[in-house]
């Protein structure tokens, strides 16, 4: 050790002190565990204990009632969860077609232009999914680069797509593309290539190998990117209101509105508390499923 | 399979990928088409080409400060989140302890929630505690965030990251301070290099968190939110357009500094 030793060497020994009373791996974990414990966990249970308050109100030390979630019931909020549902659900089916090949082509094909081509798919991820979604739109709108394209060539006037239900899980697929590719990705690359080698000597055919072998193999990374973009899709929100042009109201949405324009903080938090359940116990059902050490060792 | 097949599954393979990049570029291209636009309205075919709304954008004293305000949260997130996911990624992927399936599930669920509903949490949760909204709240939200991500990240070098060289530091007389100094960060440095990145980009271009925990604050992409929803000026693509071109040239240049450095090391 140099010059900065006394400051260090305290450092050292507070670090020493801990060290006795704790194991490495829960030492190392406590900042992080802490950081979630004040951000993550109690405003879950903020929110819980907000659902059981008094509709209309902005006080939690009250005596609890059901009367958010039985309004929940009685009014058409159902609609609004069925409509998330649905567009995440399509989400999923959409993107597993689309980035399959994708996927294989980065395993297999592309060799050592993989490692750019990827970076093409995460760049995106970086970019406010708002500013994303606006493109979209001066693409679409009549007088847009679409429709004004078609104009100046053939001179067609056609009628904009925008604000319709179909925009909104077109926007999902766009925004929510790079989560089905990368686990997707990461599954396949866990298919050895001898083994598919091996059923295509054997006589099986393209379409044998995909089913029998690597689809099997490859499941774990493609049920993580399953689960990934339904629970996203479940809480999507801006597609809805800039590409759906609020012709849809999503759960998420209504939760937004509970929240700020009727003031109604303890039906939005209800409204949430149910939405957390839902994606909740997804997440720790397809987590639980997989070994994440095996997984993430992979790369 | 024949070979002439697999040549045919290989070029579809590549001209849809392509497709799929075009399909991903498109709205960043009409966004810097309509940022160069001369009118106070798009309409294509252009008419007018200009640089008047950029030379608008930069001059606006709103435009500075929202600036301002987003890389002051960006920075200071990246440099907490990197601190504290560096240790938490140790414990994801270095050490066995009892807990950790427990902890690793713990610290992947933040990153699937869904985040307007996780800012409205925190919402409800710093109203209740009587803290007043302004973009230091929004950093916090932000870390409850990305520092799982940023975790996750560096869990994956440490996966690759061999017990021993500690032990044989440990061995010939290092204490553990100068352990970490010496051998563990510059082995993990890609790891935290990538994370600072993730976090200052996850950061810079989050908005459903900023919405909900920045009170009277603003951040960029909120700005265009606003914008989009309501007084649409050629400002909001020209904005989009400078975070699109800034992300690019901070990934690319991450990457290109990430692999050459890898190549001087030779690996």
């Known amino acids: 050790m140099t010059g900065a030793a006394p400051e260090a060497a305290s450092v050292t020994r507070g670090l020493s002190v801990l060290g006795r009373l704790l194991s490495p791996g829960p030492r190392n974990a406590s900042p992080l565990l802490l950081l979630l414990a004040i951000g993550f966990v109690a405003p879950l249970v903020a929110i819980v204990s907000f659902s059981f308050g008094e509709p209309r109100s902005f006080d939690v030390f009250q005596a609890p009632t059901l009367a958010n979630y039985r309004t929940i019931i009685e009014e058409t909020f159902y609609q609004s969860f069925l409509w998330s549902l649905s567009f995440a659900a399509l989400t999923v089916v959409f993107l597993a077609i689309i980035c399959y090949p994708v996927a294989y082509g980065l395993v297999r094909v592309f060799g050592r232009w993989s490692n750019l081509i990827t970076l093409f798919f995460v760049l995106p991820l970086f970019i406010s999914e708002n500013v994303r979604l606006y493109g979209w739109i001066l693409f679409f709108i009549k007088g847009g680069v679409l429709l004004g394209g078609i104009k100046a060539l053939f001179g067609v006037d056609m009628e904009s797509v925008l604000f319709t239900p179909p925009m909104i899980v077109f926007g999902m697929i766009y925004v929510y593309l790079p989560f089905m590719l990368f686990p997707m990705t990461l599954g396949l690359s866990m298919v050895p290539t001898d083994v598919t080698e091996a059923a295509s000597d054997l006589g099986a055919s393209r379409w044998q190998v995909f089913r029998e072998v690597e689809l099997p193999l490859a499941m774990p990374g493609i049920t993580i990117g399953a689960m990934l973009t339904f629970v996203l899709g479940i809480g999507a929100i801006t597609e809805a209101k800039v590409l759906g042009g609020q012709s849809i109201i999503v759960i998420t949405h209504d939760i937004e509105i509970a929240f700020t324009y009727s003031q109604n903080w303890p039906l939005g938090a209800a409204l949430s508390v149910l939405l957390m359940l839902v994606v909740g116990v997804l997440v720790l059902a397809v987590l639980s499923r997989f070994d994440l050490d095996r997984i993430l060792r992979r790369r | ?267």
């Open chain 2, 1 to 267: 399979m024949t070979d002439r097949g697999k040549r045919t599954t290989n070029s579809l393979i590549v001209a849809w990928t392509a497709a799929i990049i075009v399909f991903i570029y498109l709205p960043a291209v009409c966004g810097l088409l309509a940022s160069l636009t001369g009118s106070r309205y798009f309409l294509f075919p252009i008419q007018k080409w200009s640089l008047v709304w950029w030379g608008k954008t930069f001059a606006s004293l709103e435009i500075r400060s929202l600036l301002d305000t987003s890389i002051t949260i960006a920075l200071i997130v990246t440099t907490v989140s990197v601190v504290i996911a560096f240790f938490g990624a140790l414990a994801f992927a270095r050490y066995n302890w009892r807990g950790r399936k427990l902890y690793q599930r713990l610290v992947l669920l933040p990153i699937f929630f869904p985040q307007s509903v996780l800012g409205l949490a925190l919402l409800l949760w710093f109203n209740t505690l009587g803290m007043e909204l302004s973009w230091k709240t929004a950093v916090l939200a932000h870390l409850v965030w990305i520092t799982p991500v940023v975790t996750l990240v560096i869990s994956i070098q440490v996966y690759s990251f061999d017990p021993a060289l500690e032990e044989a530091a440990e061995d010939l007389g290092a204490n553990r301070w100068q352990v970490l100094r010496e051998v563990t960060l510059p082995v993990l440095w890609p790891g935290i290099f990538s994370g600072a990145l993730f976090a200052f980009l996850l950061s810079w271009g989050n908005f459903p968190l900023s919405l909900f925990t920045t009170g009277a604050d603003s951040t960029v992409p909120e700005y265009l939110y606003a914008k989009m929803v309501a007084g649409y000026t050629p400002g909001v693509p020209v904005m989009g357009t400078v975070s699109t071109i800034g992300a690019a040239i901070l990934l690319l240049g991450g990457y290109g500094l990430i692999s050459l450095v890898r190549r001087r090391r030779g690996h």
